[in-house]
């Protein structure tokens, strides 16, 4: 073979002229004549093998150039074939490329094939793919999901073909090719051929998808061989990054190549080329739109998750992205972080370097919690969850880290306040620490292990401390002395000293011991107290003694060094490190066992208290975070109330202190209309209370009924309502703990079973909750309930009497709906005769909760007993004839006594004495007897009557006959008519009949209520003879409920209440009344409608509790249109800095529910300002602006600012004083101020142009230009300048000193209309101004009518004089406790009533 083939650039290239010796294609075949010469090629294929391609290569190319028009059969044909050569040749190179005895012809040939059958195969691939991605678009479903057909071609299955094309690359590639080339050198376009055809699959929008999975298998692979054998390695890493920027699509496919080629083709490299290039992206280019910093992002994210550990290398080139602008890129870098933690740099065994890096990228997350973003911050809390959770963050750091999340919790993002909850939980449910976290449990612990470790290092510094030195450190320290002692004792010596040194000599002879162990003992004694020259003498010695002593073996050659080694020996002994001596004891050695066990107790003690102390520091950590959810738990947003719900549930299972509060503040949420927020409280508490553990199906009973009381325990009334929805709903599922439940209730409640009384009162509760699900639960046991609860021993038991009425309360109609005869027992049952019993005793005894028992028993009385008026009747004569009993008892006594001591004393006024008490409890008695009476007339007669009116319409309409019923027919429409219209008559005539009993019968003479209205009249109205506090709460209320009879009634003691309520000096009295004048103010609108102002006039109160109280009841009546918004809000805006947090947040949610109505808060605000910012007020302008800035925040329509500027810019006109202008300025400034409100400020410059002078002015609107400079356009900004200018050079300068003619003649040329417009405004918008009731005309425009200070038109009260003194006696002083008759406010302004049925509170 002559010629060689070269892989071209393009296609056309194999047609024109080459170089030598360099194939041409000699004939491009027509498309008519490609199928033809395929089955030659074919044919041949199967004959001559895959060396057929040097033959065929032009059909295939023809195949190439007529792609387009070709048919799909021809297409697929080609495709097989060249399938077929690749395949084939990787099946026959293997041979070939072993054999050493290969000419260079056959290797061209082989070769050749292999390029052409390559070449050919992808780019026929390439087109095909191309040609697949343009019919998907123009076949894309369109409606209804049906896909079009594809333009009269037949389907080519291109998914599978391709595959097939894949496997076949790999198959030849794989094999070591490279030798078919001289020196081994593959040239550049024989790899860019095959790269270009697998990035051009790569660009397919569904290669990411699951179906695409092999396809995308088949690429990496392919890309793999040619990256380790083919050197591509630079040529990928480039192409990743220029494929990442056009198709987002492709950041997990290529992190998942990366993954591959690095860890399987072990090309680490290729980790750190891509690495590379995507960190030398500068912040600049990131931020321009199409960078690809999402796909950059993204890849980065899922290669940190496959291979975190190849990451480390190059994080450095990653970490400069944290201080780049793109937020994307910093989370990126954050997940990458924290892959690495979780699955690298964990545990225990990392050395030091890996523990630098591990701090040095914990610091850097850490850093990121603060991030600008709150995505980037939301994020790494996430990250923080998955480290935390994986049990990967140091013990060290969790206190740090888990201050930050909490601190987190007040962030502004919403997912950031998620991610930080959800954090919190990981904290709790993977805590190191303890299973359950108690700061209160933790305390004792705590201070006792401290005390031990108190009492520890006492007695180890009270055994005074030896300072312990290794032998051999004191050994050195001796040793220089030690060697001048033992070469002097060597040196030779004069004739007198040597008659010195034998005597010595002698005297170590005789300390000389019986061996040589001894004399070692002895010589190191020497040495410790510091005897040398004895040391060296008695060494010396003893080696004559003991020649053969392996101790003294060595002083056969007597030298300084010999000896000096001898004695070192003895001294430090054979172990060095285990010789120690002490400085100042006897030379014994301390034992060190000893020590080290005192020292081991002593850390381990220390150990103990600090893990004592971390775990209270985290469980108080947990305390304070839930304080702070327990809040968010009533957010508008739903997956924040998910989440901290979902933490309470997680709180309450490790027992953190105050977990409780959290799952009951839960609980009203059950009501929520939101249904996720309510299933979510439901599992909560199935969760938490309702799916018990337990062996048997009675250990699950007891747990179950055991957690639902702990969670009643001190319930207020509405937890025990929203408890009741939630387990209403386990009753009535079908499970099989019910029965058991309910036989365990029943034996706690009876005392079956030992058990306190609070958990009685949760058991009998919990039955009543039974019931509404499953009536007979409580109606077969009624005769039990009476016997026990209800029987002998009722007064020793009021709550568990009154919770049992609250259970029997269950199985009346009022809790379920019923449209049949209702259901009611006959008066001689039981229960009525229990209830009476209990009620008409307790009224005579000082039990404090005889009342809430007798209110209950009262309601129940009306509910289930047939002629319910006739026993409370007989109970009201009872319980009076029983207090009068005891009076005349206690009148005797008295009398006894006092006619011993005084006989001078009158019979009568010691005959008089009543106890407060008692008296107090009958008219508690007596006005929930009217209150029910009232009830029970308007709501169980009144459907009475309807239900037998309509069974009489029902059966007169059975009885006509057939004639009747075409007659009907015929005149339908007539009588559909008439039929309405009998029927409202009829409802008419039932709610008159009510109204005329209410008025006239039940407060008749021959009526036992009327008996008590006198006496409840006289205890209101002598408040210094009847000044206990329960008697006068219990008349108080009492009077109210008995007013709430008629209007008349009403009418008649409406003055009296008032009295009550601004002047009795009891607090709980004021408070009471304002809840009962509430309740009035329902029932009759229109008579308590003068006396509004009153009841605003408790929002002042000097008591807080009464404070809170009106807030409470005034925001119910307005919120709910009962009362009239009007100026007296701004007794509510003061409570705004009530110096109560708790009344402040009651104000506050008054005008957030205020803000819902149609420009409510913009309609008062004039009256508002006009009231706050009176002298006579003198309200300090810190609490004026405090007030203003929450109210203005309301104010977000550009019309009601453009508006509110107008007026109070005019009201600058009347405002008489400093303070006023400065309050009017400061709110001005408060307004979020628009261009209309600009031009509108500009227009009214005359109004305050001469107050800018004051600072408390000019401060204020000069805030407002710079406000408003921000952002604003070229225009805009250069008004607001020349507007700032103005101000400051009135300011500066005064009014006068700047409004020169000049500026006139200037501003009438420039807007000669402008100034005319101001001063036309007012009166054109609003015609003629109007004057207020006791003022005069004012001079300026109507406008600031609504901001002008009231003037003290009324005249002052009469003072009213009042006897709070026992010594009241006569009719007429108790009558002067009463407003006077002028003192009554007078009807202005009628309200209609909405319902012509008086409205009751339940």
Same mark, same amino acid.
């Given at each position: 073979? /002559?010629?060689?083939?070269?892989?071209?650039?393009?296609?056309?290239?194999?047609?024109?002229?080459?170089?030598?010796?360099?194939?041409?294609?000699?004939?491009?075949?027509?498309?008519?004549?490609?199928?033809?010469?395929?089955?030659?090629?074919?044919?041949?294929?199967?004959?001559?093998?895959?060396?057929?391609?040097?033959?065929?290569?032009?059909?295939?190319?023809?195949?190439?150039?007529?792609?387009?028009?070709?048919?799909?059969?021809?297409?697929?044909?080609?495709?097989?074939?060249?399938?077929?050569? =690749?395949?084939?040749?990787?099946?026959?190179?293997?041979?070939?490329?072993?054999?050493?005895?290969?000419?260079?012809?056959?290797?061209?040939?082989?070769?050749?094939?292999?390029?052409?059958?390559?070449?050919?195969?992808?780019?026929?691939?390439?087109?095909?793919?191309? +040609?697949?991605?343009?019919?998907?678009?123009?076949?894309?479903?369109?409606?209804?999901?049906?896909?079009?057909?594809?333009?009269?071609?037949?389907?080519?299955?291109?998914?599978?073909?391709?595959?097939?094309?894949?496997?076949?690359?790999?198959?030849?590639?794989?094999?070591?090719?490279?030798?078919?080339?001289?020196?081994?050198?593959?040239?550049?376009?024989?790899? *860019?051929?095959?790269?270009?055809?697998?990035?051009?699959?790569?660009?397919?929008?569904?290669?990411?998808?699951?179906?695409?999975?092999?396809?995308?298998?088949?690429?990496?692979?392919?890309?793999?061989?040619?990256?380790?054998?083919?050197?591509?390695?630079?040529?990928?890493?480039?192409?990743?990054?220029?494929?990442?920027?056009?198709?987002?699509?492709?950041?997990?496919?290529?992190?998942?190549?990366?993954?591959?080629?690095?860890?399987?083709?072990?090309?680490?490299?290729?980790?750190?080329?891509?690495?590379?290039?995507?960190?030398?992206?500068?912040?600049?280019?990131?931020?321009?739109?199409?960078?690809?910093?999402?796909?950059?992002?993204?890849?980065?994210?899922?290669?940190?998750?496959?291979?975190?550990?190849?990451?480390?290398?190059?994080?450095?080139?990653?970490?400069?992205?944290?201080?780049?602008?793109?937020?994307?890129?910093?989370?990126?870098?954050?997940? =990458?972080?924290?892959?690495?933690?979780?699955?690298?740099?964990?545990?225990?065994?990392?050395?030091?370097?890996?523990?630098?890096?591990?701090?040095?990228?914990?610091?850097?997350?850490?850093?990121?919690?603060?991030?600008?973003?709150?995505?980037?911050?939301?994020?790494?809390?996430?990250?923080?969850?998955?480290?935390?959770?994986?049990?990967?963050?140091?013990?060290?750091?969790?206190?740090?880290?888990?201050?930050?999340?909490?601190?987190?919790?007040?962030?502004?993002?919403?997912?950031?306040?998620? +991610?930080?909850?959800?954090?919190?939980?990981?904290?709790?449910?993977?805590?190191?620490?303890?299973?359950?976290?108690?700061?209160?449990?933790?305390?004792?612990?705590?201070?006792?292990?401290?005390?031990?470790?108190?009492?520890?290092?006492?007695?180890?510094?009270?055994?005074?401390?030896?300072?312990?030195?290794?032998?051999?450190?004191?050994?050195?320290?001796?040793?220089? #002395?030690?060697?001048?002692?033992?070469?002097?004792?060597? #040196?030779?010596?004069?004739?007198?000293?040597?008659?010195?040194?034998?005597?010595?000599?002698?005297?170590?002879?005789?300390?000389?011991?019986?061996?040589?162990?001894?004399?070692?003992?002895? $010589?190191?004694?020497?040495?410790?107290?510091?005897?040398?020259?004895?040391?060296?003498?008695?060494?010396?010695?003893?080696?004559?003694?003991?020649?053969?002593? !392996?101790?003294?073996?060595?002083?056969?050659?007597?030298?300084?060094?010999?000896?000096? +080694?001898?004695?070192?020996?003895?001294?430090?002994?054979?172990?060095?490190?285990?010789?120690?001596?002490?400085?100042?004891?006897?030379?014994?050695?301390?034992?060190?066992?000893?020590?080290?066990?005192?020292?081991?107790?002593?850390?381990?003690?220390?150990?103990?208290?600090?893990?004592?102390?971390?775990?209270?520091?985290?469980?108080?950590?947990?305390?304070?975070?839930?304080?702070?959810?327990?809040?968010?738990?009533?957010?508008?947003?739903?997956?924040?109330?998910?989440?901290?719900?979902?933490?309470? =549930?997680?709180?309450?299972?490790?027992?953190?202190? +105050?977990?409780?509060?959290?799952?009951?503040?839960?609980?009203?949420? $059950?009501?929520?209309?939101?249904?996720?927020?309510?299933?979510?409280?439901?599992?909560?508490?199935?969760?938490?209370?309702?799916?018990?553990?337990?062996?048997?199906?009675?250990?699950? &009973?007891?747990?179950?009924?055991?957690?639902?009381?702990?969670?009643?325990?001190?319930?207020?009334?509405?937890?025990?309502?929203?408890?009741?929805?939630?387990?209403?709903?386990?009753?009535?599922?079908?499970?099989?703990?019910?029965?058991?439940?309910?036989?365990?209730?029943?034996?706690? @409640?009876?005392?079956?079973? #030992?058990? *306190?009384?609070?958990?009685?009162?949760?058991?009998?509760?919990?039955?009543?909750?039974?019931?509404?699900?499953?009536?007979?639960?409580?109606?077969?046991?009624?005769?039990?309930?009476?016997?026990?609860?209800?029987?002998?021993?009722?007064?020793?038991?009021?709550?568990?009497?009154?919770?049992?009425?609250?259970?029997?309360?269950?199985?009346?109609?009022?809790?379920?709906?019923?449209?049949?005869?209702?259901?009611?027992?006959?008066?001689?049952?039981?229960?009525?005769?229990?209830?009476?019993?209990?009620?008409?005793?307790?009224?005579?005894?000082?039990?404090?909760?005889?009342?809430?028992?007798?209110?209950?028993?009262?309601?129940?009385?009306?509910?289930?007993?047939?002629?319910?008026?006739?026993?409370?009747?007989?109970?009201?004569?009872?319980?009076?004839?029983?207090?009068?009993?005891?009076?005349?008892?206690?009148?005797?006594?008295?009398?006894?006594?006092?006619?011993?001591?005084?006989?001078?004393?009158?019979?009568?006024?010691?005959?008089?004495?009543?106890?407060?008490?008692?008296?107090?409890?009958?008219?508690?008695?007596?006005?929930?007897?009217?209150?029910?009476?009232?009830?029970?007339? !308007?709501?169980?007669?009144?459907?009475?009557?309807?239900?037998?009116?309509?069974?009489?319409?029902?059966?007169?309409?059975?009885?006509?006959?057939?004639?009747?019923?075409?007659?009907?027919?015929?005149?339908?429409?007539?009588?559909? !008519?008439?039929?309405?219209?009998?029927?409202?008559?009829? !409802?008419?005539?039932?709610?008159?009949?009510?109204?005329?009993?209410?008025?006239?019968?039940?407060?008749?003479?021959?009526?036992?209520?009327?008996?008590?209205?006198?006496?409840?009249?006289?205890?209101?109205?002598?408040?210094?003879?009847?000044?206990?506090?329960?008697?006068?709460?219990?008349?108080?209320?009492?009077?109210?409920?008995?007013?709430?009879?008629?209007? *008349?009634?009403?009418?008649?003691?409406?003055?009296?209440?008032?009295?009550?309520?601004?002047?009795?000096?009891?607090?709980?009295?004021? &408070?009471?009344?304002?809840?009962?004048?509430?309740?009035?103010?329902?029932? @009759?609108?229109?008579?308590?409608?003068?006396?509004?102002?009153?009841?605003?006039?408790?929002?002042?109160?000097?008591?807080?509790?009464?404070?809170?109280?009106?807030?409470?009841?005034?925001?119910?009546?307005?919120?709910?249109?009962?009362?009239?918004?009007?100026?007296?809000?701004?007794?509510?805006?003061?409570?705004?800095?009530?110096?109560?947090?708790?009344?402040?947040?009651?104000?506050?949610?008054?005008?957030?529910?205020?803000?819902?109505?149609?420009?409510?808060?913009?309609?008062?605000?004039?009256?508002?300002?006009?009231?706050?910012?009176?002298?006579?007020?003198?309200?300090?302008?810190?609490?004026?602006?405090?007030?203003?800035?929450?109210?203005?925040?309301?104010?977000?329509?550009?019309?009601?600012?453009? /508006?509110?500027?107008?007026?109070?810019?005019?009201?600058?006109?009347?405002?008489?004083?400093?303070?006023?202008?400065?309050?009017? &300025?400061?709110?001005?400034?408060?307004?979020?101020?628009?261009?209309?409100?600009?031009?509108?400020?500009?227009?009214?410059?005359?109004?305050?142009?001469?107050?800018?002078?004051?600072?408390?002015?000019?401060?204020?609107?000069?805030?407002?230009?710079?406000?408003?400079?921000?952002?604003?356009?070229?225009? @805009?900004?250069?008004?607001?300048?020349?507007?700032?200018?103005?101000?400051?050079? $009135?300011?500066?300068?005064?009014?006068?000193?700047?409004?020169?003619?000049?500026?006139?003649?200037?501003?009438?040329?420039?807007?000669?209309?402008?100034?005319?417009?101001?001063?036309?405004?007012?009166?054109?918008?609003?015609?003629?101004?109007?004057?207020?009731?006791?003022?005069?005309?004012?001079? $300026?425009?109507?406008?600031?009518?609504?901001?002008?200070?009231?003037?003290?038109?009324?005249?002052?009260?009469?003072?009213?004089?009042?006897?709070?003194?026992?010594?009241?006696?006569?009719?007429?002083?108790?009558?002067? &406790?009463?407003?006077?008759?002028?003192?009554?406010?007078?009807?202005?302004?009628?309200?209609?009533?909405?319902?012509?049925?008086?409205?009751?509170?339940?």
């Amino acid at each position: 073979m /002559s010629w060689d083939f070269f892989v071209p650039v393009c296609l056309g290239d194999l047609v024109k002229t080459g170089g030598i010796n360099q194939y041409i294609v000699q004939d491009v075949l027509s498309p008519a004549q490609l199928p033809s010469h395929l089955s030659k090629f074919k044919a041949e294929l199967r004959s001559q093998g895959p060396l057929c391609v040097l033959k065929h290569f032009d059909t295939g190319y023809s195949v190439l150039r007529h792609c387009n028009s070709v048919e799909i059969g021809v297409k697929e044909d080609a495709l097989e074939l060249l399938v077929q050569v =690749v395949s084939s040749l990787a099946g026959s190179l293997p041979a070939l490329l072993v054999s050493t005895s290969v000419d260079a012809a056959e290797r061209k040939e082989n070769l050749n094939a292999v390029k052409m059958s390559i070449y050919l195969l992808c780019k026929l691939t390439e087109i095909l793919e191309s +040609n697949s991605y343009r019919r998907t678009i123009i076949t894309a479903p369109g409606k209804g999901g049906k896909k079009g057909k594809s333009g009269g071609e037949g389907p080519l299955q291109w998914d599978s073909e391709r595959e097939k094309v894949l496997q076949a690359l790999v198959q030849l590639l794989q094999l070591d090719i490279r030798s078919l080339w001289n020196l081994s050198l593959v040239e550049e376009e024989f790899i *860019s051929c095959v790269t270009c055809c697998c990035y051009k699959l790569l660009e397919n929008p569904t290669i990411s998808h699951v179906k695409s999975k092999p396809t995308r298998d088949g690429i990496i692979h392919l890309l793999g061989v040619l990256i380790k054998k083919y050197n591509h390695l630079l040529g990928a890493s480039v192409k990743v990054i220029q494929l990442l920027q056009h198709f987002e699509q492709l950041s997990t496919v290529f992190a998942q190549a990366v993954s591959v080629w690095s860890t399987e083709y072990g090309i680490r490299a290729i980790v750190g080329e891509v690495i590379r290039e995507i960190g030398l992206k500068s912040s600049e280019e990131l931020a321009r739109e199409g960078s690809g910093v999402k796909a950059f992002a993204s890849f980065l994210s899922e290669l940190g998750t496959l291979v975190p550990e190849l990451m480390i290398p190059n994080i450095s080139v990653l970490i400069t992205h944290l201080e780049g602008e793109s937020h994307t890129m910093r989370v990126a870098v954050c997940e =990458v972080l924290g892959e690495i933690l979780v699955r690298v740099l964990c545990g225990d065994g990392l050395d030091e370097s890996g523990k630098a890096d591990r701090d040095r990228y914990f610091d850097t997350l850490q850093e990121h919690l603060h991030d600008v973003h709150s995505h980037v911050r939301a994020r790494v809390l996430q990250v923080y969850a998955r480290i935390v959770n994986s049990k990967a963050l140091p013990l060290c750091r969790y206190s740090e880290v888990m201050e930050l999340a909490v601190g987190r919790l007040m962030d502004k993002s919403i997912n950031a306040v998620k +991610n930080a909850i959800q954090l919190l939980a990981a904290f709790i449910a993977h805590n190191p620490y303890s299973c359950k976290l108690s700061s209160a449990d933790l305390k004792k612990p705590l201070e006792k292990e401290t005390t031990k470790l108190r009492e520890l290092k006492e007695k180890l510094e009270g055994k005074a401390p030896v300072a312990v030195i290794k032998a051999s450190e004191l050994w050195d320290a001796m040793a220089p #002395e030690l060697l001048v002692t033992v070469r002097a004792e060597l #040196e030779p010596t004069s004739d007198s000293e040597s008659e010195q040194q034998n005597k010595e000599e002698n005297k170590a002879e005789e300390e000389v011991e019986e061996d040589d162990r001894a004399t070692a003992v002895k $010589v190191a004694q020497y040495l410790r107290v510091n005897k040398y020259r004895n040391a060296v003498r008695l060494c010396i010695r003893a080696h004559t003694c003991f020649p053969e002593s !392996e101790v003294f073996a060595s002083l056969s050659t007597l030298t300084p060094d010999t000896l000096m +080694n001898t004695m070192a020996l003895i001294f430090k002994g054979a172990d060095e490190d285990a010789a120690e001596v002490s400085q100042n004891l006897p030379p014994t050695p301390q034992k060190e066992g000893e020590k080290e066990g005192e020292d081991g107790e002593l850390k381990k003690q220390e150990m103990l208290v600090q893990y004592l102390k971390d775990t209270e520091t985290f469980a108080l950590q947990v305390e304070r975070a839930i304080s702070v959810i327990n809040s968010m738990l009533y957010w508008k947003s739903t997956s924040v109330v998910q989440e901290a719900m979902q933490f309470c =549930v997680t709180v309450c299972e490790f027992g953190v202190a +105050n977990s409780v509060s959290g799952v009951r503040k839960m609980l009203p949420l $059950v009501w929520s209309t939101d249904a996720a927020i309510k299933d979510a409280v439901v599992q909560a508490y199935r969760r938490l209370y309702l799916n018990p553990q337990g062996d048997t199906v009675r250990t699950k &009973a007891q747990t179950l009924v055991d957690s639902l009381s702990e969670l009643m325990v001190d319930a207020s009334l509405g937890t025990i309502q929203c408890l009741e929805e939630i387990v209403q709903e386990f009753f009535g599922s079908s499970s099989n703990l019910q029965s058991t439940v309910v036989q365990v209730l029943w034996e706690r @409640f009876t005392g079956k079973r #030992e058990t *306190s009384g609070l958990n009685r009162r949760a058991a009998v509760l919990l039955l009543g909750m039974a019931a509404r699900a499953e009536r007979e639960v409580v109606l077969s046991n009624l005769d039990t309930l009476c016997s026990v609860a209800l029987g002998e021993k009722v007064t020793e038991d009021f709550l568990l009497a009154r919770d049992t009425v609250i259970t029997i309360c269950s199985i009346t109609d009022h809790s379920r709906q019923s449209k049949g005869t209702p259901f009611r027992l006959p008066q001689d049952h039981q229960l009525f005769s229990c209830l009476t019993q209990a009620i008409a005793d307790g009224v005579v005894m000082e039990d404090p909760y005889w009342q809430s028992f007798m209110e209950q028993a009262v309601r129940l009385i009306y509910f289930l007993a047939e002629s319910p008026d006739q026993l409370c009747s007989r109970l009201l004569q009872r319980s009076a004839r029983l207090l009068l009993d005891q009076i005349a008892e206690g009148g005797d006594i008295n009398k006894d006594a006092s006619q011993v001591e005084d006989g001078s004393q009158e019979p009568g006024e010691s005959g008089e004495q009543v106890n407060c008490v008692c008296l107090a409890q009958l008219l508690a008695l007596c006005g929930s007897v009217a209150f029910w009476q009232v009830s029970h007339l !308007e709501r169980s007669v009144s459907a009475e009557l309807r239900r037998r009116r309509g069974e009489t319409e029902e059966r007169e309409e059975k009885e006509k006959g057939p004639s009747s019923k075409t007659k009907q027919a015929a005149n339908e429409s007539t009588m559909e !008519e008439d039929l309405g219209l009998i029927g409202a008559s009829a !409802e008419d005539t039932e709610a008159e009949l009510i109204r005329k009993i209410c008025e006239t019968e039940l407060l008749a003479e021959e009526n036992l209520l009327c008996v008590f209205l006198p006496l409840l009249v006289r205890v209101c109205s002598s408040p210094g003879r009847y000044s206990h506090p329960q008697l006068a709460t219990a008349a108080c209320l009492a009077l109210s409920q008995y007013m709430m009879i008629s209007p *008349s009634a009403c009418e008649e003691n409406i003055r009296l209440m008032f009295t009550v309520l601004e002047r009795s000096t009891l607090p709980v009295v004021r &408070a009471n009344a304002i809840i009962a004048l509430g309740d009035l103010t329902v029932r @009759f609108p229109n008579i308590l409608e003068p006396w509004t102002q009153n009841l605003y006039a408790r929002l002042s109160d000097e008591v807080p509790s009464v404070r809170q109280t009106a807030v409470t009841v005034l925001t119910q009546l307005v919120l709910k249109d009962v009362l009239k918004v009007k100026g007296q809000v701004s007794e509510v805006a003061v409570l705004l800095i009530d110096p109560e947090p708790h009344i402040a947040s009651l104000a506050l949610n008054f005008f957030n529910e205020l803000a819902g109505k149609d420009n409510a808060i913009y309609n008062l605000l004039p009256d508002i300002i006009s009231r706050l910012s009176d002298p006579e007020r003198a309200m300090t302008s810190e609490d004026f602006n405090t007030i203003m800035r929450q109210l203005f925040s309301y104010i977000t329509k550009e019309r009601q600012t453009e /508006s509110l500027v107008e007026k109070m810019c005019q009201r600058f006109r009347t405002a008489k004083t400093e303070r006023q202008w400065c309050d009017l &300025a400061m709110s001005l400034s408060l307004l979020s101020m628009c261009e209309r409100g600009f031009k509108r400020l500009q227009e009214c410059w005359e109004c305050y142009s001469d107050k800018l002078t004051e600072p408390g002015v000019y401060q204020p609107l000069l805030s407002i230009a710079v406000k408003l400079r921000r952002g604003a356009k070229a225009q @805009f900004k250069a008004q607001v300048d020349e507007f700032e200018k103005r101000l400051t050079a $009135v300011h500066t300068r005064g009014l006068e000193n700047v409004e020169s003619p000049e500026m006139d003649e200037e501003n009438l040329k420039e807007g000669s209309s402008s100034e005319k417009t101001v001063a036309q405004t007012p009166m054109t918008s609003r015609g003629r101004a109007r004057t207020k009731r006791g003022q005069a005309k004012p001079s $300026v425009s109507s406008r600031s009518d609504d901001f002008v200070t009231p003037q003290k038109s009324r005249k002052s009260k009469k003072a009213i004089i009042m006897t709070f003194s026992s010594e009241e006696e006569e009719e007429e002083d108790e009558e002067d &406790a009463v407003m006077a008759e002028s003192e009554t406010p007078k009807v202005t302004t009628p309200i209609a009533r909405t319902s012509r049925r008086a409205r009751l509170r339940n």
